[in-house]
T-cell receptor, first 113, second 112 residues
Framework: NAGVMQNPRHLVRRRGQEARLRCSPMKGHSHVYWYRQLPEEGLKFMVY????????ESGMPKERFSAEFPKEGPSILRIQQVVRGDSAAYFC???????????FGQGTRLTVV | GEDVEQSLFLSVREGDSSVINCTYTDSSSTYLYWYKQEPGAGLQLLTY?????DMKQDQRLTVLLNKKDKHLSLRIADTQTGDSAIYFC????????????FGQGTTLQVKP
Protein backbone atom coordinates (compact mmCIF):
# COMPACT_ATOMS: atom_id res chain seq x y z
CA ASN A 1 0.00 0.00 0.00
CA ALA A 2 1.85 3.06 -1.23
CA GLY A 3 1.80 6.11 0.96
CA VAL A 4 0.70 9.59 -0.03
CA MET A 5 2.46 10.46 -3.27
CA GLN A 6 3.26 14.01 -4.23
CA ASN A 7 4.89 15.18 -7.42
CA PRO A 8 6.98 16.81 -8.40
CA ARG A 9 9.27 16.80 -5.39
CA HIS A 10 10.92 20.00 -6.54
CA LEU A 11 9.47 22.64 -8.83
CA VAL A 12 11.09 25.81 -10.10
CA ARG A 13 8.96 28.48 -11.70
CA ARG A 14 9.65 31.99 -12.93
CA ARG A 15 7.54 34.83 -11.60
CA GLY A 16 4.22 34.98 -13.43
CA GLN A 17 4.14 31.30 -14.41
CA GLU A 18 1.70 28.70 -13.15
CA ALA A 19 2.55 25.94 -10.67
CA ARG A 20 0.58 22.69 -10.52
CA LEU A 21 1.19 20.39 -7.58
CA ARG A 22 -0.23 16.87 -7.51
CA CYS A 23 -1.19 14.62 -4.64
CA SER A 24 -2.36 11.02 -4.79
CA PRO A 25 -3.83 10.00 -1.43
CA MET A 26 -3.34 6.63 0.16
CA LYS A 27 -5.50 3.87 -1.22
CA GLY A 28 -8.94 4.00 0.33
CA HIS A 29 -8.57 7.58 1.57
CA SER A 30 -11.07 10.11 0.30
CA HIS A 31 -10.08 13.06 2.50
CA VAL A 32 -7.23 15.30 1.34
CA TYR A 33 -5.61 18.26 3.08
CA TRP A 34 -3.06 20.74 1.71
CA TYR A 35 -0.63 22.60 3.96
CA ARG A 36 2.05 25.18 3.25
CA GLN A 37 5.34 25.45 5.11
CA LEU A 38 7.22 28.69 4.68
CA PRO A 39 10.94 28.66 5.46
CA GLU A 40 11.66 28.35 9.19
CA GLU A 41 7.95 28.08 10.01
CA GLY A 42 5.39 25.43 10.88
CA LEU A 43 2.75 24.08 8.56
CA LYS A 44 -0.31 26.18 7.86
CA PHE A 45 -3.58 24.62 6.76
CA MET A 46 -4.76 25.68 3.32
CA VAL A 47 -7.66 23.55 2.13
CA TYR A 48 -9.59 20.35 2.86
CA UNK A 49 -11.22 18.40 0.06
CA UNK A 50 -13.26 15.29 -0.40
CA UNK A 51 -13.87 13.74 -3.79
CA UNK A 52 -15.27 16.47 -6.07
CA UNK A 53 -15.94 18.82 -3.14
CA UNK A 54 -14.07 21.59 -1.36
CA UNK A 55 -15.09 21.33 2.29
CA UNK A 56 -12.93 23.97 3.97
CA GLU A 57 -10.79 26.49 2.13
CA SER A 58 -10.38 28.91 5.01
CA GLY A 59 -6.59 28.84 4.71
CA MET A 60 -6.39 29.49 0.98
CA PRO A 61 -5.26 32.89 -0.27
CA LYS A 62 -8.19 34.60 -1.94
CA GLU A 63 -6.46 35.08 -5.28
CA ARG A 64 -4.31 32.94 -7.57
CA PHE A 65 -4.72 29.72 -5.55
CA SER A 66 -7.18 26.95 -6.31
CA ALA A 67 -7.54 23.28 -5.48
CA GLU A 68 -9.50 20.36 -6.80
CA PHE A 69 -9.94 16.67 -6.08
CA PRO A 70 -11.70 15.11 -9.06
CA LYS A 71 -13.60 11.87 -9.08
CA GLU A 72 -10.70 10.23 -10.89
CA GLY A 73 -7.07 11.16 -10.49
CA PRO A 74 -4.98 13.07 -8.01
CA SER A 75 -5.77 16.23 -6.09
CA ILE A 76 -4.28 19.32 -7.70
CA LEU A 77 -3.15 22.54 -6.02
CA ARG A 78 -2.81 25.24 -8.64
CA ILE A 79 -1.03 28.55 -8.17
CA GLN A 80 -1.40 31.05 -10.97
CA GLN A 81 1.02 33.92 -11.65
CA VAL A 82 3.44 32.83 -8.97
CA VAL A 83 5.39 35.39 -6.96
CA ARG A 84 8.55 34.99 -4.88
CA GLY A 85 6.50 34.82 -1.69
CA ASP A 86 4.90 31.58 -2.92
CA SER A 87 8.24 29.81 -2.49
CA ALA A 88 7.60 27.18 0.16
CA ALA A 89 7.12 23.48 0.78
CA TYR A 90 3.59 22.31 0.05
CA PHE A 91 2.46 19.17 1.83
CA CYS A 92 -0.52 17.00 1.16
CA UNK A 93 -2.08 14.67 3.72
CA UNK A 94 -4.84 12.13 3.44
CA UNK A 95 -7.05 10.32 5.90
CA UNK A 96 -9.74 7.67 5.85
CA UNK A 97 -12.11 9.83 7.90
CA UNK A 98 -11.82 13.42 9.14
CA UNK A 99 -10.12 13.51 12.51
CA UNK A 100 -8.45 10.14 12.13
CA UNK A 101 -4.74 9.75 11.53
CA UNK A 102 -3.54 11.82 8.61
CA UNK A 103 -0.62 10.56 6.54
CA PHE A 104 1.64 13.10 4.90
CA GLY A 105 3.42 13.05 1.58
CA GLN A 106 7.05 14.05 1.11
CA GLY A 107 6.03 17.51 -0.07
CA THR A 108 6.67 19.62 -3.14
CA ARG A 109 9.28 22.31 -2.71
CA LEU A 110 8.37 25.24 -4.92
CA THR A 111 11.00 27.82 -5.75
CA VAL A 112 9.99 30.97 -7.61
CA VAL A 113 12.86 32.74 -9.33
CA GLY B 1 -8.47 31.82 17.69
CA GLU B 2 -6.64 28.54 17.49
CA ASP B 3 -2.97 28.71 18.29
CA VAL B 4 -0.22 26.25 19.15
CA GLU B 5 3.06 27.43 20.65
CA GLN B 6 6.38 25.63 21.00
CA SER B 7 9.87 26.58 22.04
CA LEU B 8 12.07 26.83 18.97
CA PHE B 9 15.26 25.04 19.91
CA LEU B 10 16.53 22.34 22.25
CA SER B 11 20.04 20.95 22.52
CA VAL B 12 20.87 17.78 24.47
CA ARG B 13 23.71 15.30 24.74
CA GLU B 14 23.39 11.78 23.38
CA GLY B 15 21.95 9.49 26.04
CA ASP B 16 20.16 12.27 27.92
CA SER B 17 16.39 12.73 27.95
CA SER B 18 14.78 15.40 25.80
CA VAL B 19 11.57 17.18 26.75
CA ILE B 20 9.77 19.22 24.13
CA ASN B 21 6.90 21.39 25.32
CA CYS B 22 3.81 22.70 23.59
CA THR B 23 0.78 24.77 24.57
CA TYR B 24 -2.49 24.89 22.69
CA THR B 25 -5.66 26.94 22.90
CA ASP B 26 -8.59 24.84 21.70
CA SER B 27 -9.91 22.91 24.70
CA SER B 28 -12.28 20.95 22.47
CA SER B 29 -9.43 19.20 20.61
CA THR B 30 -10.00 15.47 20.69
CA TYR B 31 -6.54 14.42 19.55
CA LEU B 32 -3.12 15.97 19.95
CA TYR B 33 -0.24 14.84 17.78
CA TRP B 34 3.53 14.84 17.65
CA TYR B 35 5.21 14.79 14.24
CA LYS B 36 8.89 14.53 13.32
CA GLN B 37 10.41 16.19 10.28
CA GLU B 38 13.94 15.42 9.12
CA PRO B 39 15.74 17.83 6.77
CA GLY B 40 14.13 17.93 3.34
CA ALA B 41 11.57 15.29 4.26
CA GLY B 42 7.88 15.09 4.98
CA LEU B 43 6.22 14.68 8.34
CA GLN B 44 6.29 11.39 10.18
CA LEU B 45 3.64 10.79 12.82
CA LEU B 46 5.43 9.83 16.04
CA THR B 47 2.58 9.47 18.44
CA TYR B 48 -0.74 10.95 19.47
CA UNK B 49 -2.85 11.17 22.59
CA UNK B 50 -6.58 11.30 23.14
CA UNK B 51 -7.76 14.31 25.09
CA UNK B 52 -9.21 12.10 27.83
CA UNK B 53 -5.77 10.65 28.62
CA ASP B 54 -3.06 12.09 30.85
CA MET B 55 -0.14 10.06 29.62
CA LYS B 56 0.84 7.74 26.82
CA GLN B 57 4.05 5.76 26.58
CA ASP B 58 5.42 4.19 23.43
CA GLN B 59 8.94 2.72 23.72
CA ARG B 60 11.30 5.70 24.22
CA LEU B 61 8.50 8.25 23.83
CA THR B 62 6.28 9.55 26.64
CA VAL B 63 3.52 12.06 26.02
CA LEU B 64 2.08 14.01 28.95
CA LEU B 65 -1.12 16.01 28.67
CA ASN B 66 -2.27 18.62 31.18
CA LYS B 67 -5.73 19.63 29.99
CA LYS B 68 -6.22 22.22 32.70
CA ASP B 69 -3.15 24.15 31.56
CA LYS B 70 -3.51 23.10 27.89
CA HIS B 71 0.06 21.86 27.98
CA LEU B 72 1.48 18.93 26.05
CA SER B 73 4.97 17.52 26.30
CA LEU B 74 7.01 14.89 24.49
CA ARG B 75 9.79 13.16 26.35
CA ILE B 76 12.38 11.17 24.41
CA ALA B 77 14.39 8.86 26.62
CA ASP B 78 18.01 7.97 25.79
CA THR B 79 18.14 10.51 22.96
CA GLN B 80 20.19 9.42 19.96
CA THR B 81 21.83 11.43 17.18
CA GLY B 82 19.20 10.02 14.83
CA ASP B 83 16.57 11.86 16.85
CA SER B 84 17.93 15.19 15.59
CA ALA B 85 15.04 16.73 13.67
CA ILE B 86 12.24 19.27 13.95
CA TYR B 87 9.33 18.19 16.15
CA PHE B 88 5.87 19.60 15.63
CA CYS B 89 2.92 19.35 17.93
CA UNK B 90 -0.52 19.72 16.39
CA UNK B 91 -4.10 19.88 17.53
CA UNK B 92 -7.20 19.10 15.55
CA UNK B 93 -8.82 22.37 14.55
CA UNK B 94 -12.43 23.29 15.16
CA UNK B 95 -15.19 22.44 12.72
CA UNK B 96 -14.82 18.66 12.77
CA UNK B 97 -12.98 18.65 9.45
CA UNK B 98 -9.80 17.00 10.69
CA UNK B 99 -7.57 19.94 9.75
CA UNK B 100 -4.50 20.24 11.94
CA UNK B 101 -3.15 23.35 13.65
CA PHE B 102 0.63 23.09 13.98
CA GLY B 103 3.10 24.74 16.26
CA GLN B 104 6.19 26.41 14.82
CA GLY B 105 8.30 23.34 15.47
CA THR B 106 11.13 22.65 17.93
CA THR B 107 14.53 21.92 16.46
CA LEU B 108 16.19 19.19 18.50
CA GLN B 109 19.96 19.05 18.27
CA VAL B 110 21.62 15.98 19.74
CA LYS B 111 25.34 16.31 20.45
CA PRO B 112 27.51 13.18 20.54
Amino acid sequence: NAGVMQNPRHLVRRRGQEARLRCSPMKGHSHVYWYRQLPEEGLKFMVYLQKENIIDESGMPKERFSAEFPKEGPSILRIQQVVRGDSAAYFCASSHDPGTEAFFGQGTRLTVV
Amino acid sequence: GEDVEQSLFLSVREGDSSVINCTYTDSSSTYLYWYKQEPGAGLQLLTYIFSNMDMKQDQRLTVLLNKKDKHLSLRIADTQTGDSAIYFCAEVGSGNTGKLIFGQGTTLQVKP
